[in-house]
């Protein structure tokens, strides 16, 4: 099959439309795991100084000035046969989404969907991407054992009790869990300075807003990683308002799952109970929103294993630290537009006898998960056969 004759433009046109008619999730329906992406198991000891990919040579920072990265493969497909526009639309198809995620609640005397405004976008960062950032995200680590970076940046506290003690890394902003030392209030603490964002941080932004997974209204200015060993955990929480809505994680290392409800208990040490619990996918994006964000509790249990995270939020304006300066990579982010299916290049390609070449990018928009009910490509319906299962 040609890719002329693959509609794959046409679409991710649904998507760009706000079109996509993806099913419900219901809180009786588990997530097939199997069916996502897995990242290749990244040790600590096997980053030696400096990627092949991404990061350039990391000398020791002066005056806690950023180190410098070449993050100039972020997101090349190696088939050089295809266009720079057809190498990016390949990607973008293989992004999954689900959205109308629901689960009711009583408030107040009514019945609320506590869950609406989730979104778990997978497959957005590739296995070898992964990798790239985890190894950063090692690298960090040691520049704040080594304190090389500023002293609100990093903070390892001692493993106290399980599930006390996860590794943090902020970046963009310093913010407090609860009133610090000097009487700062939770939230965040605006004559505090922080690291500013890692260059290929700014790049994981940029892919989020430019392939329609955050919208360019609330580009992120700030970001916490979380480093997880196993058993640590993240309790109950609504997160502070002095980040706006929508904010995103993404997760590497580990799958995890992520609990919801109004109600979540903690049942022991690093152990909680909710109403609905939703798996992680390795290089997924889950966006909290609306209710999703504001009205249901969220809390990440006792992780079983070494796990990362990197959560993605904008700062409200008028909460910005006093000393913040704006990434000017991060304005004017333009979003991916598919090209027509129909361009001259397309065609060009038929008459050449070339579309052979490209059969596996037609065959892999309807092959990217093992089971297209739980993740279907951006943009495509999910088979009515599914609905009749529920």
Wanted: glycine share 6%; aromatic share 8%.
């Amino acid at each position: 099959m040609a890719l002329a004759n693959v509609n794959i433009a046409e679409s991710s046109a649904e998507l760009l439309q706000g079109d996509s008619s993806d099913d419900v999730i219901s809180p009786k329906r588990k997530l097939n795991v199997d069916a996502h992406t897995h990242s290749p198991r990244v040790e600590e000891s096997t980053y030696s100084g400096s990627s092949k990919r991404f990061v350039s040579v990391l000398s020791k920072p002066v005056n806690n000035k950023q180190p410098t990265f070449d993050h100039s493969n972020f997101g090349q497909v190696g088939n050089a046969d295809l266009s720079e526009d057809h190498k990016e639309l390949f990607r973008f198809c293989q992004v999954g989404r689900r959205k109308d995620f629901a689960y009711y609640e009583n408030i107040d005397g009514k019945k609320v969907n506590v869950l609406k405004g989730l979104e778990l976008y997978t497959n957005v960062f590739n296995p070898d991407e992964q990798k790239e950032i985890v190894e950063l995200v090692y690298k960090l680590q040691r520049m704040g054992r080594n304190r090389e970076l500023r002293a609100r940046t990093y903070s390892e506290p001692r493993k106290w009790m399980r599930g006390k003690g996860r590794v943090t890394i902020q970046f963009g902003c310093c913010y407090n869990y609860a009133v610090d030392k000097d009487g700062n209030p939770p939230g965040i603490v605006r004559d505090e300075v922080a690291d500013p964002l890692p260059p290929l941080f700014k790049e994981m932004i940029k892919r989020m807003v430019r392939w329609h997974v955050l919208p360019p209204s609330c580009v992120p200015d700030s970001c916490i990683v979380n480093i997880y060993e196993e058993g640590d955990c993240i309790p109950p929480h609504i997160d502070h308002h002095d980040f706006v809505r929508p904010f995103c994680t993404v997760s590497f290392l580990a799958e995890c799952k992520i609990l919801f409800g109004t109600n979540l208990k903690i049942v022991n040490e690093g152990e909680f109970s909710g109403p609905f619990s939703l798996p992680l996918p390795l290089g997924s994006v889950l966006i909290l929103n609306g209710n999703g964000a504001d009205v249901a509790k969220h809390c990440v249990p006792g992780v079983p294993a070494k796990r990362i995270s990197i959560t993605f939020r904008k700062m409200d304006a008028s909460k910005l630290p006093y000393r913040y300066t704006p990434a000017p990579e991060l304005v004017g982010i333009e979003r991916f537009v598919p090209p027509s299916p129909n361009t001259s290049r397309n065609r060009q390609h038929l008459k050449d006898g070339k579309s052979d070449k490209r059969e596996h990018v037609a065959k892999s928009e309807n092959k990217v998960f093992s089971n297209e009910d739980d993740f279907p490509p951006l943009g495509k319906s999910t088979p009515s056969k599914s609905k009749s299962r529920r």
